[in-house]
């Protein structure tokens, strides 16, 4: 076995577990956010002079987005907290669609949490103060998964619901393209 | 009865065979030539030798033991006092998951299966299993299985879902990651290995036993080998067909198990227990059958009532399928069905009551001396018979509405499961020891590991009975104190670490015996079935002459000379068919080579089984490598069978 | 082979010959329909209008036309003899997109327009070519009303009164306008967006009271009708549809017409404790007035949420009609079609107001309505006793109606239970008809009602009462009915009890209708036809494809110049077009409540649009 | 067998008094399953000693040399003719024994199915990951009840329990009252009470249902009617007004932060039910579903910090400020 083996060999390993730790791990607490909020983040515009200076994307989001526990939270929120009753299980309703390739206000994980902390004017209310940054964060994971952005080992094919949707495990990844805000 | 099958079926002269002329070492050596197993690592990964085979499994099957043993100690630790935070919520529930499906689906079943495997040929009196290939793969099958178990675990993927695994807390929806399908895919591995197993010891058993080895001569062992191998092949499919639809529930989004589109989330009980059930005697069978055999050779005498034992252990075997809602009846089915299934639950113990008796008037009739292993199978009747008859306890409705997923149940199945399978496994262990490595264990060492685990397990699960009658929950994690459960708790911890301790003198036994312990004549015990027939260990090829049986205990009866029939060809591996009945030789069979291919096709189904764990399409991509590795497992040989008149 | 060709051409023979035979006939019949109550020729068969509006003087200053509700045009230049001959006279588009419901109004010279949100009003001044504005009302209603408003941002229209327009905003609040110069004259605040309220119901004027009610019921609102001074726009008096009788005005006028609704306070013993501040109820559709009576009625919505398991109860006074008092308020009697609805079948659709034939000659005042649960009512409208109720669609959601009692018998096989879903439960939760009304014609005697065939799936979970989200509890798919048409248009004799005719549509019917004194009804589709058809035999004589879906009540009117125009709103919304307002997706067949399920092709055939149309013969 | 009684004895003794006993048979179900225990394991010891008196008999009696029937004197096929007829007459016992057991278990199953006869109260029990929903129906659908994780029974009055599950399968076991009925996503399951004794017990979820099923209790209290009826009634009324200024901050927390959206205070905004309803929490005897007993120190530690108490719950650690804390546990306190 040749040393360049064995280390690509370890290399492996250690990938798998860490793919495995990321997508499975299983946080009960948020770890002591600060003052910071995912409302830092903002829908994509146009930025005056140098835009990659201006475009904010908030780490936190790596965390949340493809782990399997979050996106379990998020789900069960989504459902608890309402946001099935506009924006259905992604098709929409009251509320735009989630499934789709379209974004108002940025379809990134920091942005979506950012929209449902901040709420959005065309009638998405703000959970700021209703919902812990945590549980918003969570429930942004699964709205990335609505539209297949996220690893598809880390979803649940269905809920324990009326067949809606087909098989989140099998939806195909959207492009996420900002669309222009519903103003009329 | 040789001269004359030898003036019949005068082969040509050609052909070399063992017979007068080729005898002793000049046999030995052709003999060895023919069936040892290629050198070097290839070799060994390429064998389909029954008792490699068999060796593997019980190794295999003992390291999950241990591993699943480290599981309860750490399990005792953490409820040896109320509200401890040793372990915390989420990794009790991996660890006792692990604990369950580790004992019951990569220790109890395979350990029983490889036994099955290493002695069912010897004891039949034949040179290999009937698909020596197939029980080669079903090994690797297995060894993957519980790696992809064990590997996940320690990767942090390990399931939470309770062995049991009922949906929908295993489901899509509640069963979060990919830890249910890790459990869901661990079992269909070992699906198919143990249907792959049971197959080959089905055909073994039913075509390969000595001439003269009627059903009604074959060893305790070998007919509980017969009837578990046959529950097995009908049992697991049902298992399989739920591991399928949580699978396919989980992955592609059906709805077997979602009452809301009209699936069911009780389906999946049906089905698990219909496999759960009988896989508990599928545990029990063999271990009847060993404490038959060290019973019979310990006490000096055939077994009393070899009939009713037999028909106790079919009995056995059949009612076990009509047991499985005694599982369920907390479960609001409707009342009258609980009926029949209580009764049924009950009526079980009447097979295993007759044999209990049959194992004491044997005793009672005979002389047993007090070596280890009856000495385990006097501790197996004392705790199993408590196992047994808090069965009979909760196979009423009324009390097991109180007692079910308590300790109670614990405490029962441990004593049923442990008591009733792992105390005549380690008496069997000890029995044929010997047999299998050609040197004694220490009668000191074992005599006190067997006092050290006896006691130690009536410690740990004796107030298990306790603790569930005063209410304490199975799969808690921790429980709050002042409910009198601080002193039960205490106590079967502290069994708990005395038997994980006494287990481990039992496999320091077990390693110094392999290399230091007292060299085993072929017969140490001076048992009477064919294993004790041949060398210490056994020749690859098991039997130099195929022997010929007269009666249910040829050894004994034979005094020492066994007659043999000849003519079977020595450089090519060949085995004496006869049978089914009668046991009257009727051909001679081609038996497989080593080959690399099982072992291969073996890994080509791992990669398909966790690809489908990831992915739908895995099922058909993955039938690609594995279709290779069957074609060349499958391809014909090259040589042309000679033709040659056939037994008949 | 032969033998078949003969046939065919037989059979088509013999159905033109009977066809033009029916037409000649329907034709010297409308000659003899000389006035609206021709009825005394007809004898005790036919049925009148209520008297409760005036003469047609060729306004449409009121979504309904007239305090009756009819939708019925006394104008009689478009026959269906030259109805193929109508053209577009001009078209104004309101730059609008969400779904258009309200009828334009007109008044003299004058055409109102009123937009779903943002709820401008357009004045047009038909006097001239094209019909220019006038002047233009933008009350700038809250956007964020958009997100709280169950089916699409929409308004049903505005009344018109002694010189004033009346609208409610999406965002809670009334206003009068001065239809003179569009100024606003007073704005009310009544509804509470972050309670999920919202108004888009069509206001009724009525004795100096302007009733309007509020919408919400999918959001946990407490539903309520208010007056409120139509000088001012101060409230003169509320009336909840639950709790405590003195919150709905319950007091000691009030005499039900059956044991179930009388008894104290049901409206809080009929719920679980304090379900009913968030039971629904919300009064969103249409209100009725006789004048002579001095009752206005008007039904109430689904009670909160759908999932029918967590208010267990009558759930009163949701699912019902209400007849009150217009001056106090007072409620007169109470019916409630669906108790404990399981549905969301609200009891909003229209009421119309007739003179009913009783058996001993004499008529008696009655009302007419097509429920949304499937049931045609005809009820003494003193008493609120029902006459008759039958299927006008397919049912299997209930069994019936016990006439006795009152009360709707329930199908137990298709009661939704948690964690099951039920399948083919007909109808759907819009109902055979949802809000879209009908139109009554006296001429012909028959009630043409646009309606629904669409069933569901359903399945109910518990639901989480977050102020300002939706209440719900159900995940519904629905989809076409039996026969696979998920519309239809049929004309129902209300006195035999029977269906006339009935024209089924591809899509589902989202649009009011309209009767003409010419013997035309028209109506539009949701791919935007407008059609024309035969009053008697319902045969289509002419259609006319606008740009978007119409969902809008078609009007007539007599212009400046003399000649009987036929306007109609072009704009797809709305619940059933939701899909294409809201850009939904498909996939989900959940979306829009389960519409989006039902319209999968709507996307396809329809793009948003907000255009009126306005039709008449050429010079 | 003895060492089990000497073992069973002392523990059953202390037993007796406990609140989550089986064998405590403080309800109709739960007195016959003690009946029944009794005579099972009564006819189980006396097997279970006749077997251990034959196997010990079997090993350790004398023999003499030439009476054996072993290979040495060549008799090892044989059967001493005693042994035939004992199997006879095991095989019968075991028989019998099983058959009275059987009927005996019939027959206290027919006694607990009689005991549900027309049932006098009806509660709705709905399990949820971790927690219980409990609500009490009426004929006056108005005077329903809704609390949780606990359990008011009337001693002596049938109580029909109906059963469901919001999530997955859970179980219902108050083992002083009765045995277990599972609670099945889409199937309603019911169990029938009747208390014989008043007093505190504690039932537990007993089907494995996730992370927390260990923290998934109930406190049950078993009381005179009067005392129920009393209970009853203040249940029904609306959670109790801030007196100080203190639990009006509290209570404007409660109602309009994060704690609204989940839990019900009857008769203020907080009118969410995916959480359990507080709106008389503080009269409650637990935190949690049993997790921690009331007090103000656990109160605290609840609020402050629910995922170290019980991880994994779906209540969310919020991080409330010094004084929120203070504020939101001084209106629960006030939530009698």
Redesign the interface.
């Known amino acids: 076995m040749s040393s360049r083996f064995r280390n690509s060999c370890a290399i492996l390993a250690v990938a798998v577990l860490l793919g495995a730790c990321d997508r499975e791990e299983r946080q009960s607490r948020a770890k002591p956010l600060g003052e910071t909020v995912p409302a830092a983040a903002s829908p994509d515009t146009i930025y005056p002079g140098d835009p990659s200076r201006a475009r904010y994307v908030d780490a936190r989001g790596a965390s949340y987005e493809g782990n399997a526990f979050a996106i379990a939270q998020g789900q069960q929120l989504y459902n608890w907290m309402n946001c099935v009753g506009c924006h259905a299980h992604g098709g929409g309703g009251m509320g735009p669609a989630l499934m789709d390739e379209k974004w108002r206000y940025g379809g990134r994980i920091d942005q979506i949490a950012a929209s449902i902390y901040q709420g959005r004017p065309n009638g998405m209310p703000a959970w700021r103060s209703k919902l812990t940054e945590d549980q918003i964060w969570q429930i942004a994971a699964y709205v990335r998964s609505l539209s297949g952005q996220v690893r598809k080992d880390a979803v649940s094919a269905r809920a324990d619901s009326v067949s809606n949707t087909p098989p989140q495990t099998q939806t195909v990844r959207q492009p996420v393209r900002p669309a222009d805000s519903d103003q009329q | 009865m040789t001269s004359a099958l030898e003036k019949a079926k005068a082969p040509p002269a050609k052909v070399p065979r063992d017979g007068p002329r080729l005898t002793g070492d000049k046999l030995h050596a052709r003999l060895s030539a023919t069936w040892e197993r290629p050198r070097g690592f290839i070799g060994w990964l390429s064998s389909v030798d029954h008792k490699d085979i068999g060796r593997r499994y019980i190794v295999a099957a003992l390291v999950f033991l241990a591993l699943g043993g480290a599981l309860a100690v750490a399990m005792r630790l953490q409820l040896s006092r109320p509200q401890n935070d040793l372990i915390g919520a989420a990794r009790y529930n991996e660890i006792f998951t692990m604990h369950g499906t580790t004992m019951m689906f990569l220790f109890a079943v395979p350990v029983m299966q490889g036994m099955q495997i290493y002695l069912t040929p010897l004891m039949v009196g034949t040179r290999a299993v009937a698909f020596p290939r197939l029980t080669a793969f079903s090994l690797w099958t297995y060894i993957a299985g519980g790696c992809l178990l064990w590997i996940a675990f320690l990767l942090n993927v390990g399931p939470d879902i309770g062995w049991f695994a009922y949906p929908p807390l295993s489901g899509p929806q509640y069963g979060v990651g990919k830890r249910p399908d890790i459990w869901a895919q661990m079992v269909t591995f070992t699906e198919v290995a143990a249907l792959a197993v049971a197959v080959s010891l089905t055909a073994t058993i039913l075509k390969q036993r000595a001439p003269g080895m009627t059903l009604a001569r074959m060893p305790i062992f070998v007919w509980a080998t017969l009837v578990t191998s046959l529950m097995v092949i009908f049992s697991m499919p049902s298992v399989a067909l739920a591991s399928s639809f949580l699978l396919s529930d989980r992955l592609v989004g059906t709805h077997f198990y979602n009452p809301a589109e009209r699936g069911d989330a009780l389906l999946w009980q049906h089905l698990f227990w219909f496999f759960g059930h009988p896989e508990v005697y599928i545990i029990f069978l063999p271990a009847t059958g060993f404490v038959s055999e060290i019973v019979a050779t310990f006490s000096r005498r055939s077994i009393i009532a070899y009939p009713i034992v037999v028909l106790s252990l079919v009995a056995t075997g059949i009612l076990a399928f009509g047991l499985w809602v005694h599982h369920m009846f907390a479960t609001g089915l409707p009342r009258v069905g609980y009926s029949f299934f209580t009764a049924a639950s009950m009526s079980v113990s009447i097979p295993t009551g007759l044999q209990i008796f049959a194992w004491i008037a044997t005793m009672w009739t005979g002389r047993p001396r007090m070596q280890v292993p009856l000495l385990y199978v006097i501790a197996f009747i004392i705790t199993f018979v408590i196992g047994g008859l808090t069965g009979v306890m909760i196979a009423a409705v009324p009390l097991d509405l109180q007692l079910h997923d308590t300790y109670f149940i614990v405490a029962h199945f441990h004593y049923v499961l442990i008591g009733g399978a792992v105390f005549p496994l380690l008496g069997a262990i000890t029995y044929w020891f010997p047999k299998a490595t050609g040197r004694m264990m220490s009668e000191a060492l074992g005599k006190i590991s067997f006092w050290m685990i006896f006691l130690g397990f009536q410690l740990a699960f004796f107030p298990m009975h306790i603790s569930g009658l005063l209410g304490m929950p199975r799969r808690v994690y921790t429980y709050p104190a002042g409910m009198g459960l601080e002193l039960p708790n205490l106590l079967s911890s502290i069994g708990g670490l005395v038997v994980a301790l006494a287990v481990l003198l039992f496999v320091i036994n077990m390693l110094a015996s392999v290399r230091r312990g007292r060299l085993a004549p072929a017969n140490p015990w001076d048992g009477t079935s064919l294993e004790w027939a041949t060398t210490s260990p056994p020749p690859s090829y098991n039997f130099a002459h195929i022997p010929v049986v007269d009666s249910q205990s040829p050894l004994w009866d034979g005094k020492g000379e066994l007659a043999v029939v000849h003519g079977l060809r020595v450089e090519e591996r060949e085995l004496l068919l006869t049978t089914v009945m009668s046991a009257t030789p009727d051909v001679r069979d081609p038996s497989a080579h080593p080959s690399p291919w099982p072992v291969i096709a073996a890994a080509a189904l791992t990669v398909m089984f966790v690809g489908s764990i990831f992915s739908p399409w895995a099922v058909l991509f993955g039938t690609v490598p594995l279709a290779i590795a069957l074609t060349a497992w499958f391809w014909p040989k090259t040589k042309e069978p000679t033709l040659e008149p056939s037994i008949s | 082979m032969r033998r078949t060709t003969i046939s065919i051409v037989a059979i088509v023979a013999l159905v033109l010959a009977v066809s033009l035979l029916v037409w000649a006939l329907g034709a010297s019949r409308e000659r003899s329909a000389a006035t609206a109550d021709e009825s005394s020729g007809n004898s005790a068969k036919a049925i009148a209008a209520a008297d409760a509006s005036p003469p047609d003087d060729g306004n449409w200053t009121m979504p309904g036309k007239d305090y009756a509700s009819t939708r019925f045009s006394a104008l009689r230049q478009l026959t269906p003899r030259n109805v193929g001959k109508l053209q577009v006279a001009f078209t104004f588009s309101t730059g609008t997109t969400e779904g258009f419901e309200a009828p334009p109004l007109v008044v003299g010279s004058t055409m109102f327009v009123v937009t779903p949100w943002p709820n401008k009003v357009f004045a047009l001044d038909l006097a001239k070519p094209g019909a220019p504005t006038k002047w233009i009302y933008e009350p700038n209603p809250a956007a964020a009303a958009k997100g709280v408003a169950c089916c699409g941002a929409v308004n049903r229209g505005a009344f018109y009164s002694n010189g004033r327009l009346f609208l409610n905003l999406l965002d809670g609040h009334t206003v009068a306008v001065d239809a003179g110069s569009g100024k606003e004259i007073w704005r009310t605040k009544l509804a509470d967006i972050q309670k999920g309220e919202t108004m888009t119901m069509a206001p009724l004027v009525a004795e100096g009271k302007v009733l309007v009610g509020n919408s919400g019921g999918e959001m946990g609102v407490r539903g309520w009708l208010a007056a409120l001074d139509a000088g001012s726009g101060q409230l003169a008096w509320k009336a909840y549809s639950t709790g405590p009788d003195k919150d709905a005005l319950i007091g000691s006028n009030y005499r039900a017409p059956y044991a179930q609704d009388r008894g104290k306070d049901l409206g809080v013993t009929s719920w679980p404790p304090e379900y009913w501040k968030i039971g629904g109820g919300t009064v969103w559709g249409w209100i009725s007035y006789d004048p002579k009576l001095k009752l206005i009625y008007y039904g109430t919505s689904n009670p909160g949420p759908w999932n029918a398991e967590q208010r267990p109860g009558d759930n009163k006074w949701t699912a019902g009609v209400f007849a009150r008092d217009v001056a106090t308020g007072q409620a007169r009697w109470f019916y409630q079609s669906s108790p404990h609805d399981l549905f969301d079948h609200d009891d909003i659709n229209e009421i119309v107001l007739v003179d009913w034939p009783a058996p001993n000659r004499r008529r008696i005042p009655a009302l007419i309505r097509p429920s949304r649960n499937g049931y045609f009512y005809v009820q003494d409208r003193r008493t609120g006793r029902i006459l008759s109720a039958d299927p006008y669609a397919y049912v299997n959601g209930y069994k019936g109606v016990d006439l006795k009692t009152g009360r709707i018998i329930p199908n137990k096989e298709k009661e939704p239970k948690k964690g099951r879903v039920v399948r083919n439960i007909c109808p759907g939760p819009p109902g055979a008809k949802d809000w879209n009304p009908s139109a009554f014609s006296p001429v012909t005697g028959l009630i043409y009602i646009p309606h629904l065939n669409l069933c569901m799936d359903m399945g109910v979970m518990n639901a989480n009462y977050i102020p300002g989200t939706p209440f719900v509890g159900a995940d519904v798919k629905m989809y076409a009915g039996p026969g696979g048409n998920r519309g239809a248009f049929s004309a129902w004799d209300p006195v035999r009890r029977r269906k006339v005719f009935e024209i089924k549509e591809d899509l589902p019917l989202w649009s009011p209708a309209l009767a003409t004194a010419g013997g035309l009804v028209f109506y539009g589709t949701m791919d935007g036809w407008l059609k024309a058809i035969d009053g008697r035999t319902g045969r289509l004589l002419w259609r006319f494809k606008t740009g978007s879906g119409i969902i809008g009540q078609p009007i007539s009117y007599r212009g400046p110049d003399g000649r009987q125009y036929i306007a109609v709103p072009s704009g797809i919304g709305g619940w059933a077009g939701r899909i294409v307002t809201g850009e939904l997706d498909a996939r989900d067949p959940t979306a829009a409540l389960g519409f989006a399920n039902a319209t999968k092709d709507l996307p396809q055939r329809v793009s948003k649009g907000g255009m009126v149309y306005v039709f008449a013969l050429p010079q | 067998m003895s060492?089990?009684a000497a073992?069973?004895l002392p523990?059953?003794l202390?037993?007796c008094a406990?609140?989550?006993?089986?064998?405590g048979g403080d309800g109709g179900?739960?007195a016959?399953?003690v009946r029944?225990?009794v005579l099972?394991?009564a006819v189980?010891t006396f097997?279970?000693l006749l077997?251990?008196a034959?196997?010990f008999?079997?090993?350790l009696?004398r023999?003499r040399n030439a009476d054996?029937?072993?290979?040495?004197t060549g008799?090892?096929?044989e059967?001493?003719p005693l042994?035939t007829r004992?199997?006879a007459a095991?095989?019968i016992l075991?028989?019998i024994g099983?058959m009275a057991?059987?009927v005996?278990?019939?027959f206290?199953?027919r006694s607990?199915?009689a005991i549900t006869r027309d049932p006098q109260l009806s509660v709705k029990v709905t399990g949820n990951?971790w927690w219980w929903d409990v609500q009490y129906?009426f004929a006056?659908?108005?005077?329903?009840?809704?609390t949780a994780n606990e359990l008011h029974l009337p001693v002596g009055v049938r109580a029909e329990v109906t059963l469901?599950?919001?999530?997955?399968?859970h179980?219902f076991?108050i083992?002083n009252l009765?045995?277990?009925?599972?609670l099945?996503?889409?199937?309603?399951?019911?169990i029938q009470l009747v208390p014989r004794k008043t007093g505190l017990y504690?039932g537990?979820?007993?089907?494995?249902?996730?992370?927390?099923?260990?923290h998934m209790a109930l406190d049950v209290t078993v009381e005179s009617k009067a005392e129920f009826l009393r209970w009853a009634a203040a249940q029904?009324q609306?959670a109790p007004a801030p007196r100080t200024p203190l639990e009006l901050a509290g209570y404007r927390y409660i109602t309009t932060?994060?704690c609204?959206?989940?839990h019900n205070l009857?008769?203020t905004?907080a009118?969410?039910?995916?959480g359990p309803d507080l709106t008389h929490f503080a009269s409650r005897r637990s935190i949690a579903a049993?997790t921690l007993p009331m007090n103000k120190g656990n109160l605290y530690g609840w609020v402050a910090?629910p995922?170290?108490q019980k991880?994994?719950?779906?209540m969310?650690?919020?991080?409330l400020s010094p004084d929120e804390l203070h504020a939101v546990v001084a209106y629960l306190q006030r939530l009698k």
């Open positions: 060492r089990v073992l069973i523990l059953a202390c037993g406990g609140f989550q006993n089986a064998l179900e739960g016959n399953f029944l225990f099972f394991t189980c097997m279970y077997v251990m034959g196997l008999a079997a090993v009696r023999r054996e029937l072993t290979v040495d008799k090892h096929h059967s001493a042994v004992a199997l095991w095989a075991i028989g099983l057991l059987t005996a278990s019939f206290t199953d607990n199915a990951q129906s006056d659908t108005s005077k329903s009840i809704r469901e599950s919001n999530d997955v399968i179980s076991w083992p009765a045995g277990k009925q599972d099945i996503p889409g199937r309603v399951t019911d504690r537990q979820c007993a089907e494995f249902c996730g992370v927390q099923h260990a029904l609306p932060r994060e609204s959206v989940c009857s008769g905004p009118s969410a039910s995916v049993g910090d995922q170290s991880p994994g719950t779906k969310p650690t919020i991080g």
